[in-house]
């Protein structure tokens, strides 16, 4: 396992990135909170970067990935830390905290809501029923199909679709996933340098995406191995940070869950921010404030 760390102090901070990312995507949390006396501990999970990549499906479980974090923790001494996720970092992050709440602290968690598992539907068949074949995450899921359309382009024009897009609709994708790359590049924001973007694309060309994916691919089986859970609440402190062009803000029903009530049901200690005019990489759009958001939680424990 491949982990960045800066920072000295009696507290740890673990940050778990998302896809297509890596441990550099908390580049500016980290240098934020070491400089205020804290540890800043990011890994490149599982699969990613230079991280060992497992090549079957089924090593990509939460349980897999939670106890590869646990293992670190371990490894680095270290017998409770606080926890930030982004993205499929967040969904393991919630993970986490669902399966050994004795390690965390607190947690702050963006963009992907705690959704309990629904005991009579596989997530793949659910997203399916709602969002159709053309869903993303129902496209991912044939071993090859997706690496395959990503080679046949640079791997800066892959990375740029993923990291540039603000349209918040729950993205759709054609069977031939190689036409996504068709379309004129989308420009850089300003948050995202070139600097940045060839960081990023030397480790994926090195690596390739199976092991994201692989992440995808995995989570029926992850529901099947989870099935002990069903019902249970996230019982640590979390803030949960979301933008409002957030994609996984717009899938249905995620709204109407926040607003009713059910996210909190399950997430009892929940404080809750919703970031206006900010979409899904909200760590790297808006650093400076998603940084002091951690800062000023973590710091009341």
Known sequence: MH????????????FLHGFPELWYSWRHQML???????????????????TDAPPSAASYTVLHVV???????????????????HDWGALIAWAFCLLRPD??????NTS?????????????QGYRAVLGDDFYICRFQEAGKAEEAFASTETTTVLRRFLCSRDPKPPCLPQDLSLVFKAPALPLPSWL???????YAAKFQKTGFTGGLNYYRAMDLSWELTA???????KVPVKF??????????????????????????VPLLEMVVMEGVAHFLNQEKPQEVSQHIYDFINKF
């Open 103 to 108: 390690r965390i602290k607190a947690l702050v």
């Open 241 to 266: 940070i979301i933008g409002d062009l957030d994609i996984t803000y717009h899938f249905p029903g995620v709204k109407e869950y926040i607003d009713n009530g059910g996210f909190k049901k399950y």
């Open 193 to 199: 340098t070139h600097e940045d973007l060839n960081y």
């Open 67 to 85: 106890g590869d974090l646990v293992a670190l923790l371990d490894a680095l001494g270290l017998e409770r830390v606080f926890l930030v996720g």
């Open 3 to 14: 982990v960045a760390e800066i920072g000295q102090g009696p507290e740890s901070v673990l």
């Open 228 to 234: 002990a859970w069903t019902g249970s609440q996230i």
């Open 32 to 50: 934020h909170l070491s400089a205020r006396g804290y540890r800043a501990i990011a890994p490149d999970l599982r699969g990613f970067g230079d």
């Open 112 to 124: 992907v809501v705690f959704q309990p598992r629904n005991p009579l539907v596989k997530p793949v």
